[in-house]
């Protein structure tokens, strides 16, 4: 995948921007009134300073007026840029997690989760927390380049010595903001390693705990290596904006001492002096806020990047994918049929692909079929293709005869409940159509008691009330979902692994044959070949392709 371009990137910002043009329009009115208000109250106490009668008549109202400007205005623009913040973090939000439920499978499992979840955390909040620094540091924007027109208008020479000084800061503040910029890259690298090496402990929990030479390994080698890397290079990084600061204060100062040297050198006006010496002075805060602001505006530079790759990623959603319209499926009569499938995996160059195909299978209404061949073989692609995850390509799926297209893949995976071997069991139910929320817990009642798990949950408010269960344990949890959604089709990836003896005997000799004899089509994964006679049919896999299709032989009736 490419990187996005700079062109791509802003446009992306552009398209997030553009429906919260009119708060930014207001946020910058207002906040740029603001600093042009602050900048004359700074002309007009000048003023005072340097006039005998002080604040009298109409230069205190005049003084009046630009406190309360200055004072709505900067509560405008705060206002303002909250709204566009909190509201630009919640489009953000949603467009990631719609790009993603929208993203086609094979894409969203080679980005890796450990990259996933910092952008959606991480990187969205730095976002966030820049987005509400922006009015301020607009604001001390504006006070600065009013500051400096008022400056060179009191006196250009001195202006001139001040332009000068200020080129010298803002070289060292760019050579200062590229270096930050590449350390915060750097760390950002990092923090996917820390996010993956934290995901491993919370996982591996049980296993680093037997094996004291590997937990020792992943402490020292991974999250402490890590986490001190991100430690020192963000330390480098912040004190090299922390010294341009303090180069910028320190030029300030030295800036004032030459400008009290030029009074003293040549004849100078108190306004222009006092004005100098005053707005100096003053001005020093907001270059101090916009300067401050440069690391965390790095870091969201970086952070909109990450997004944008992530964009990228899945630029291309899957097509005809309803997230909105109601679910339907087509009815499935008699059979789905896999017509020349094949299917290869990307891989980087210079490894062999795994192929899987070309495949030619029937599965028929009624029947129970096992999957079965060594790790590897090719089994689950087999079963990610026939529930439509993955789109074949070359051949095609087909149902009672008719191809299944882009445009009705996903009507078409309608018709399957799934239990993977790595599954996710959600809490809440959605079954039992129209007003089925009323009827679970007694509908899923003998499902609970029958896999003997009811006793630890129940069905309350449409959802489960609890999944933190044994891993078997919730494989039958996971089962009695699929019961519940009552689908044509049922595969089950490996569901019996994870049982003891007494469950996977009721599950290969008595409920797959009731959920067979009910008209449901089962999909099975195994590995169990003492209940290989269970099947209607066997399909041996091996380096992608069917090896072997047993069918079992119609049972004689008695005489």
Not at 56 to 64: D, K, S
Not at 87 to 97: G, M, P, S, W
Not at 236 to 241: P, Y
Request: aromatic share 8%; charged share 20%; with cysteine.
């Amino acid at each position: 995948m490419q990187v996005p371009s700079s062109s791509a990137k802003a446009s992306d910002l552009l398209r997030l921007l553009k429906p919260f043009v009119p708060w930014i329009v207001l946020s910058a009115v207002t906040g740029i009134g603001a600093g042009v208000a602050t900048v004359a109250l700074l002309a007009t106490i000048n003023e005072v300073l340097s006039r005998p009668g002080g604040m009298a008549g109409g230069l205190l109202l005049t003084f009046v007026v630009l406190c309360v400007i200055a004072l709505v205005g900067r509560a405008a623009s705060d206002i303002s840029n909250n709204v566009v913040g909190q509201r630009l973090v919640a489009q953000v939000r949603k467009d990631l997690a719609l790009k993603i439920l929208a993203a086609p499978i094979d894409a969203l499992e080679r980005y890796r989760m450990h990259r996933l979840m910092p952008v959606l955390t991480q990187d969205v909040d730095m976002i966030s927390d820049v987005a509400f620094m922006l009015a301020a540091t607009m604001i001390s924007t504006a006070i600065a380049l009013g500051c400096l027109s008022y400056l060179g208008w009191l006196s250009l020479p001195l202006f001139g010595l001040l332009v000068v000084a200020m080129l010298i800061g803002v070289a060292v503040q760019t050579w200062a903001h590229a270096r930050g910029i590449a350390g915060f890259f750097e760390s950002r690298e990092q923090e996917e390693l820390l996010h993956k090496a934290y995901r491993g402990i919370s996982e591996g929990a049980k296993e680093l705990r037997m094996h004291r030479a590997r937990r020792s390994r992943v402490y020292e080698g991974q999250i402490a290596r890590t986490v001190d890397a991100i430690r020192d290079i963000n330390h480098r990084a912040i004190n090299i904006f922390v010294l341009a600061t303090s180069f910028g204060s320190a030029l300030f100062f030295l800036l004032i001492a030459m400008i009290l040297g030029w009074a003293a050198w040549r004849t100078t006006e108190p306004t222009v002096l006092s004005g100098f010496v005053l707005v100096l002075l003053f001005i020093k805060g907001p270059i101090d806020q916009i300067v401050s602001a440069l690391p965390h505006l790095g870091r969201a530079r970086v952070a909109f990047e990450r997004i944008a790759d992530l964009t990228a990623r899945f630029a291309t959603p899957e097509p005809h994918l309803h997230l909105d319209s109601p679910p339907t499926s087509p009815p499935m009569r008699e059979a789905i049929e896999m017509r020349g499938v094949r299917y290869a995996f990307d891989t980087p160059e210079g490894s062999d692909a795994f192929v899987l195909g070309p495949v030619d299978l029937r599965i028929e209404r009624g029947e129970i079929v096992f999957i079965v061949g060594d790790n590897g073989s090719g089994k689950t692609t087999l079963i990610k293709l026939l529930l439509g995850l993955y789109a074949p390509q070359q051949g095609e799926v087909v149902l009672d005869g008719k191809a299944v297209t882009p445009e009705t893949r996903d009507d078409y995976r309608q018709l399957f409940t799934t239990v993977f071997s790595d599954f996710y069991l959600f809490e809440d139910l959605v079954a039992g159509g129209e007003g089925g929320r009323q009827t679970l817990p007694e509908t899923a009642l003998p499902y609970l008691q029958r896999l003997e798990i009811a006793h630890k949950v129940s069905v309350k408010d449409g959802a489960f009330t609890t999944t933190d269960l044994s891993t078997g344990q919730r494989k039958r949890l996971a089962l009695v979902h699929a019961y519940l959604e009552g689908r044509p089709v049922l595969v089950f990836d490996e569901w019996a692994a994870d049982q003891d003896p007494t469950f996977r005997h009721l599950f290969y000799t008595e409920l797959l044959p009731e959920l067979r004899a009910k008209g449901h089509l089962l999909v099975v994964i195994s590995h169990d070949d003492r209940y290989f006679h269970i099947a209607d049919r066997v399909i041996t896999m091996k380096a992608g392709r069917i090896a072997e299709e047993r069918v079992r032989a119609p049972q004689k009736a008695a005489a």
